[in-house]
């Protein structure tokens, strides 16, 4: 289902993040493009090592066209903190505070610095782009890799095929903190994305932003395939998306017939490799993550 | 010395080498302090945490969760221009230890205090000189102090070091680990005023800035990273002038100088001379007189900054020696100690060729006494005449004594 | 900055002139990316409807808002096709970059 075209949006036309060495179709850098677009040019941005700073910062190459930095693997949260304190430090006026950090990062090497840094209640918005693998290292498997994806480090052999864990809760994980805001987004649900950027952006405290990012070179789609598999992911309820505000939950697209995996899944050369019995297990595993966040919704909420 | 007005309104407390560093970094008001706790620095930290609370000082005060944490947002700090400082010691630097060369190389002028202590394992949370000296090539300026005092004034010291346009290097300040940090002495604390006419606001060169928007932290391929890692060396070796400037002016104004990278202790006519780092030099300076008064001609060189490494100063004054023993409290496994190696390569074409001995004491904070220091002097003038084992580990038990 | 420019780059001459550390100005672009692609998009004006959706959807920002339609960046452009695909009135249509059909 397509958005309503008459949900015009007015984005600025300044290309902040332009001349990176992305893949063609990397959902990645449309993430990174259009919450820059929202947040403007008087942004602190920092990234850690991964593929949005691997391909915006070769020196001469430099893609950010506002102020930006690459942390340590680890750091982004850590860095972020420090960089907000010292806004607050200095006086600045008029600035917002962004990391874009991958899968790998945020869930994986980057958690310890995210907990700590929502703990503090730091000010900065932390945009993690999901494309559920390593995949500036070369494709291998992170903690929020689905279940049954194939990656360089979960190959689809015959002992195991493809990953045999699932997806980390990241956002719930995130809300449990008692974040001032986290919402779920994609890269083809872009007034949804924009509209949650804008909310972050006018947050007072911590906001993180969970952004499915659809990787065609890890993936095993074609470049132009991103946005319609983000779409099919939502569309399956392989995706959920969500939002953690005021202390409350709230699944922002309910529907009461998810469309069949079994395609959405085989067009992914990740998950070509599929059988009938993984195809149940994945489906068990997506019904049994609807259920928690519907609890979490409450009586009251969803 | 000069006096000037406002050096004479300082005032002298009995404190602990550790709240001593607290004054320094409180005196030279950084905005933004992020740091974890680990034994025995936490003083430091505490002290101020309290001022913070207490609204005695400004600064931002982040409880970071991890060390990697307090490094990585003081150099987020200092990517804004903003003068930032953090406290650790052994596991914590060791943790830290990526962003050490990600603060060198990203030519952020960070000051860190840190408590010299072993290194697991075994567990031991008493002082030794293992973990700063296993990160000597880290990039950071490392200052071994000696006693309280310096303790504060090198504080203020450091972040003027690391700032100066010409150095735009980090600093390591290095303080044994119960020994020092938790031993009190009378130290004068300067004004606020005073420190603040000699300690300007941080200018930072390289920054992020909203009006003049840079991308820093960038990836510099085969083509390029030589030339940056050129240019920090190069740094680094330009911070033994600036770092005698610094003294020169510190001592204009409050009339204390601590006498440049290295410090001689009866060193003119010495012919048997011990090397050594950090609080232990006093014990040695006293096994020093013990043996002058017995005539032996002995004497103690100080190391004071082992980065940039004083290899001039040191060849200068080890000139007329027999004998050369360099005294630490670290061990590079199936070698030797770090400093014993680089001042054995720096004398390797001296023309009075010293014997040279290396004395590793102190592991794991077993105490130094004055009779082992004579010992080792001892050892020293006995090693002219007949050959030694080279790398001696100092108070061993064992039941054949080498 | 609205969009960087592509410049030419001198290598500095010395350690000394390189810039203090990994810092430079924001936005500095020696080269385009245009050699990557093996097709190109090409944008029927008269069909384009102004919706902007592939403006949007464009990983690069090579897509450009031009008066009440859009334009193609072909110095940025990698030739992924998302904007062929996000189009609803097909507006877009793929060429081959190189061979006997190209443009």
Redesign the interface.
Known sequence: MSEALSAKLSLSDDELFLGHKACAGCGGSLAVRLALKVLGERTFVVLPAGCMSAVGFLYPQLAFGCNAIISTFAGTASMLSGIAAAARALKLRDYHVVGFAGDGGTADIGLQALSGAIDRHENFIYICYDNEAYMNTGVQKSGLTPLGARTTTSPAGRVAAGARSRKKDLFEIVAAHGIDYAATATVAHTYDYIRKVEKARATVGTSFLHVLAPCPTGWGIETDQTLEVARGAVDCGLWIQAEYEGGHYRINKSTRRFKPIAEHLTSQKRFAHLGKADLVAIEKERDGRWKRIQRLCGAAGG | MPSSSLASTMQSHFISGNEAVAWGARLARP??I?AYPITPQTVVIERLAEWVAEGQL???F?????E???L???????????R?FTASSSQGLLYMA??LH?AS????PIVMMNANRALALPWNIYGDQQDSLTLLSSGWIQIYIEDAQEALDMTIQAFAIAEHADV?TPVMLNLDGFVLTHTYEPVQIPAQEAVDAFLPPFRA??????E??????????P??YT??K???H?AMLETTRVAAEVDAEFARRFGRSYGGAVTGYRCEDAEVVLVTLGSVAGTVRDAVDVLRDRGVAVGMLKLRFMRPFPAHEIEQALVATRAVGVLEKDISFGHAGAVFSEVASTLAGAANRPVLLNFVAGLGGRDISRADVEQMFVDLIAATTQPRERVRFVNVQETNNV | MPKPKVRPFVRPSSPKTYPVGPCFMAGHLVETNASWRSQRPLVTVELCTGCQRCVRACPDGAVLRVGTGVAIDYDFCKGCGICVRECTVQAITMVPERGPNAV
């Open positions: 905005h933004v992020a400004g600064s931002e982040l409880h970071v969760e991890s990697h944490s307090a990585s947002a003081c150099m987020g700090a200092s990517a804004l221009g903003a930032s990526e962003c990600y190389g990203g030519r952020f735009l060169v390289s920054k992020m800035d909203l003049a928007p840079t991308n820093m932290g960038f990836t510099a391929g083509a390029h030339e940056f050129v240019q920090q190069r």
